[in-house]
């Protein structure tokens, strides 16, 4: 791994904390399919950065960074997961760099979105989790259960969830 990509994973992880990457079960394990779907029409303050980490059961399973405009537009990653009860949490920080009086450059958090879902994830089923911010900087992380129609089509049912408990 290059100098430059350890380098955004260690300053990622001072946004993110310490977290484990999600154990991930094979295709022939039983398992359900999660797809994160994430859409971000505006960009609050000076922000020239933005992490987001998308995380199943405490471990994530979509870190990224992005910098000036990589990051816009609707994105999708479809994993695996796990069968079973699990929270699923979503961060998201945007931020800036700027210099300080004494010329050393320091970075600048303009906004931190922080959302978190309990899902009891059936074997066999399709989930997808929308996580979105829009005008006025509303973060939403929404969940629904894709169903196949016997036309072949894909409906969308607003997922069961569970309340998490204060930990």
Request: with cysteine.
């Amino acid at each position: 791994m290059r100098l430059h990509s350890l380098l955004i994973l260690c300053i990622f992880g001072l946004f993110t904390g310490c977290m484990p990457r999600y154990s991930y079960p094979s295709a022939q394990q039983p398992h359900s399919v999660v797809k994160f779907q994430r859409e971000y029409t505006v960009m609050p303050g000076a922000s020239q950065n933005f992490q987001e980490r998308l995380a199943v059961d405490e471990a994530w399973v979509v870190m990224k960074y992005f910098s000036d405009d990589e990051g816009w537009g609707v994105r999708t990653n479809e994993v695996l997961v796990k069968p079973g009860s699990a929270p699923v949490q979503s961060r998201l920080v945007f931020s800036h760099k700027y210099q300080n009086g004494e010329g050393r450059t320091n970075n600048s958090v303009d906004l931190l979105c922080e959302r978190e879902l309990g899902v009891h994830f059936r074997p066999g089923e399709t989930y997808r989790f929308e996580l979105s911010l829009t005008d006025g900087f509303f973060c939403t992380l929404s969940c629904f259960r894709e169903e196949v129609t016997s036309s072949g089509g894909v409906q969308d049912t607003k997922c069961d969830t569970f309340e998490l408990k204060a930990g």
